[in-house]
Nanobody, 126 residues
Framework: QLQLVESGGGLVQPGGSLRLSCAAS????????IGWFRQAPGKERDGVSC????????NYTDSVKGRFTISRDNAKNAVYLQMNSLKPEDAAVYYC???????????????????WGQGTQVTVSS
């Protein structure tokens, strides 16, 4: 069974940077498009970014464009989210998960691959 484990979160000041990791185990992740999602207290869990299985196609929600970069290293069975210029509104628990693909483009809609993991907490505060 494919399992994804998030890490890399922490406490940063506004304008700071973090690099999140999504490590796959139990199964290779190279065949799957992977997305990052986040959920702040009292809010819905929304898609942040996604990347195709090859890494050739990426997608971002408008609020993070130009600040976040998703990438993957299939040799390491991992997906990353580089977050720069962090804002307080970016604070949330970040999750990764398999996402759907439409016409070879990833979409930030989670596929049916079981329950969410524990996520990793990102706190942005002065």
């Amino acid at each position: 069974q494919l399992q994804l484990v998030e890490s890399g979160g922490g406490l940063v000041q506004p304008g700071g940077s973090l690099r999140l990791s999504c490590a796959a185990s139990g199964f290779t992740s190279v065949y799957y498009a992977i997305g990052w999602f986040r959920q702040a207290p009292g809010k819905e869990r929304d898609g942040v970014s996604c990347i195709s299985s090859s890494g050739g196609s990426t997608n971002y929600t408008d609020s993070v464009k130009g600040r976040f970069t998703i990438s993957r290293d299939n040799a390491k069975n991992a997906v990353y989210l580089q977050m720069n210029s962090l804002k307080p509104e970016d604070a949330a628990v970040y999750y990764c998960g398999v996402v759907r693909v439409v016409y070879n483009q990833c979409v930030m809609i989670r596929a049916d691959f079981g329950s969410w993991g524990q996520g990793t907490q990102v706190t942005v505060s002065s």
